[in-house]
């Protein structure tokens, strides 16, 4: 079995935590099926990038990589203000939050990928990620999902999940994305 | 919902036909493949990478990104990687690193002649992205041969582009396989939203 989780932690602007919510993500996208697809087979198949263009995978080195740097908001967890309902064939989020302190932007953190562990039956590791809001005013995200290289400088959608109830991240407030990608026997 | 795997078996007997057919939902991917893909999406370079997991010979390996991180695309006669069967009906375990008893290719006791393992995109279709791993195995032994697990080993990479095996998946089914005949193996991994 496989589960993907996602957990989002929203706090003030003193650290107190005022707003929470766990599922269980809608899903992986084809850009991750399709790319696994092409590592099982070592032919590079072609995947719809952020920018709705064909972009013909890595199928080595960089493929999957979406452990954000600060301030990058093209891959890592990230965020979002749209609430379409997730098909496997979307692309992109509805309608990101972009990285920066304007109106309607977040500061993205560095997203990092933990080690596995394994527990008596699951094999676990998260891919996290916090989002300052310093624009000045509230901030609601609706969406989340994770971005990652299909082939360098070119980036794809792997999950998209949109949240049970709008997260509303007051000025000086933040969110904390987390997903736990688990394989149990 | 989410990331689901069907296995597909068809047993044929000397003259091609169908015998046996079945599909259900795969039991197991097991710690291996939850490894690699933490390696790829961590870019995993460092001399002493934090992720560990053991090779199909028993060898704790450290893994790293790697050139291609999955492959299971195995030529015929390779059963380093690709759909492997067994003999062995141990349960699964989420920490296992191979197959209990694998069959080996050949011609001999409980061989089997591995033919090339395929990989296809099926597409999206009905709200689902799948492709499939499919390989054929042919029993010229001399006598039934009985498969009780089937699994995926990966070719993967540790430091220094070194190649290294890593059992992704492994399931029990419990098949007889007459001389003369074979056994067809279709792994459907598929995404549904």
Redesign the interface.
């Given at each position: 079995?496989?589960?993907?989780l996602y957990e989002v932690i929203v706090t003030d602007k003193h650290g107190k935590v005022i707003d929470r919510e766990a599922g269980?993500?809608?899903?992986?996208?084809?850009a991750?099926?399709?790319g696994?697809?092409g590592?099982?087979?070592?032919?590079a198949?072609t995947i719809v990038d952020i920018g709705g263009v064909g972009r013909t995978q890595d199928?080595?080195?960089?493929?999957?990589?979406?452990?954000g740097l600060a301030n990058y908001d093209n891959y890592g967890a990230v965020i979002g203000t749209g609430n379409t309902a997730?098909?496997?064939?979307?692309y992109k989020l509805d309608a990101q939050i972009g990285h920066g302190t304007g109106a309607g932007q977040m500061l993205y953190l560095a997203g990092s990928?933990?080690?596995?562990t394994?527990?008596?039956?699951?094999?676990?590791?998260t891919?996290t990620r916090q989002f300052i809001n310093v624009s000045g005013d509230s901030i609601t995200v609706r969406e989340i999902g994770i971005y990652?290289y299909i082939k360098s400088p070119y980036y794809g959608c792997y999950v998209r999940d949109v949240l049970g109830a709008a997260k509303v991240i007051p000025d000086g407030g933040a969110m904390t994305v987390i997903y736990t990608?688990?394989?149990?026997? | 919902m989410g990331l689901e795997a069907f296995i597909g078996i068809k047993v044929f007997d000397r003259d091609g036909k169908v015998i046996i057919r079945r599909k259900k939902r795969s039991r197991s991917f097991v710690r291996g493949f939850n490894h690699v893909l933490c390696a790829q999406m961590r870019s995993e370079t460092t001399p002493a990478p934090a992720i560990q997991t053991r090779d199909t010979s028993n060898v704790n390996q450290s893994i790293r990104t790697a050139n291609s991180p999955f492959w299971a695309d195995a030529p015929a006669g390779n059963t380093l990687y690709g759909i492997v069967v067994g003999t062995d009906s141990t349960p699964v375990d989420i920490e296992q690193y191979a197959l209990v008893a694998k069959c080996t290719h050949g011609s001999g006791a409980n061989q089997l002649v591995y033919q090339a393992c395929t990989c296809t995109w099926l597409g999206v279709a009905a709200g689902a992205a799948s492709f499939t791993v499919d390989r054929s195995m042919l029993n010229n032994s001399g006598a039934p041969v009985a498969v009780e697990e089937i699994g995926i080993y990966i070719e993967s990479a540790k430091l220094g582009a070194v190649l290294i095996y890593i059992m992704g998946m492994r399931d029990l089914y419990s098949l007889a396989i007459p001389d003369g005949g074979g056994i067809t193996v279709t792994y459907t991994i598929g995404i549904v939203a």
């Open positions: 079995m496989n589960d993907l269980v993500s809608r899903s992986w996208l084809v991750y099926n399709k696994l697809m590592t099982f087979s070592g032919s198949q199928i080595t080195y960089s493929f999957f990589s979406s452990q997730v098909t496997v064939s979307d990928v933990s080690s596995p394994v527990s008596a039956s699951a094999s676990s590791f891919n990652g990608i688990s394989h149990e026997e | -």
